[in-house]
Structure formats: C-alpha cells, structure tokens
C-alpha cells in the first residue's frame, strides 16, 4: 500500500476529524476497498482509536473491508425495480459471472452488490456498473452490458 497517497488525502482535508467519512471514501478509491493497514494508518496519523474507524466502514454499505472487483456492480431491489424485474436480472448476472451477491469473481474483474435505491425508478428496473447507469434492464441485456467492462479491461491490459 502507498501510504504517501493516503498522507495526500489527509493533507488534502486537512486532518480534521469531521471530514473523517471523506477520508475513508478517498482512501477506498486507492485499493476499492480499505485494508486494515490503511485504518491503521489513518488511525495513527490522525489519532482516531482504530475501533471508531472500523464502526464508520461497517456502519455504511459503500464502505468495504474485502478487495472488491475493478468494476462493482450495483443491482437496485427497491420497490420499483423489484416489481419490474431487478431479482431476474441479479440472477442473470450471477448466473453469467458465476458469482453470488456481495461477491467478487475470482478473477477481480467484478464486484456483486444490492442496493434499495438508484434514484432512478421511471428506468425500473436498475443496474449500475461503476458510475455507468443502466435503464429497462432485462435478462437478455445483461450479457452485452457486461461484455462492455471485459473487452474495456482486456484492452486496457494489452496497452
């Protein structure tokens, strides 16, 4: 882990406690997760008991203490996506990725998760993968919008 960049992101806010959850969002970005050594880090550096940390990375779901996939998608389940088709979608995916909700492929290209809201409900159902939003997901679209993370990556891996 390149602690340097972690020091980057506390002189960026300045050590405040306050700002502790924009610390531990940044940091999250370096690895897509947060190591322990990272918290422990933060933890010295800002004098923040370790503890109190870990309470803010399993209080909110965006955070996470396991490596996740390059590329997380999200599946909404919330009323309007659940009624429209978001379960038959997530079972798609895990069916296609050969992964189960909140888990990673084992190659580290995905990242499963759940959530109760897009904020998109008229695209019913939702699916996001990394910051791309996806509307009137069905099961027979699920393959090619997939297909458009793993040709990104092998690309990405031949330059």
């Known amino acids: 882990m390149a602690f340097e960049k972690i020091d980057q992101i506390l002189e960026k806010y300045q050590y405040k ?8 969002q940044d940091a999250q970005i370096v690895e897509n997760y947060l190591p322990e050594t990272t918290l422990r880090h933060i933890s010295n550096k800002m004098e923040i008991p370790l503890t109190r940390l870990f309470d803010i990375a399993t209080f909110y779901k965006s955070f996470s203490l396991k490596p996740r996939g390059r590329h997380i998608i999200k599946v909404c389940l919330g009323t309007a996506c659940h009624l429209s088709g978001g379960m038959q979608n997530m079972e798609q995916i895990k069916r296609t990725l050969r992964i189960r909700e909140g888990g990673t492929t084992e190659d580290m290209m995905f990242s499963l998760e759940t959530v109760n809201c897009l904020g998109t409900c008229a695209l019913a159902p939702v699916a996001m ?11 027979g679209k699920v393959e090619k919008i997939l297909s458009k993370y793993t040709r990104k990556s092998r690309n990405a891996e031949g330059e």
């Open 17 to 24: 406690h306050e700002e502790i959850i924009g610390i531990m």
């Open 129 to 139: 993968v990394g910051e791309d939003y996806y509307g009137v997901v069905t099961p």
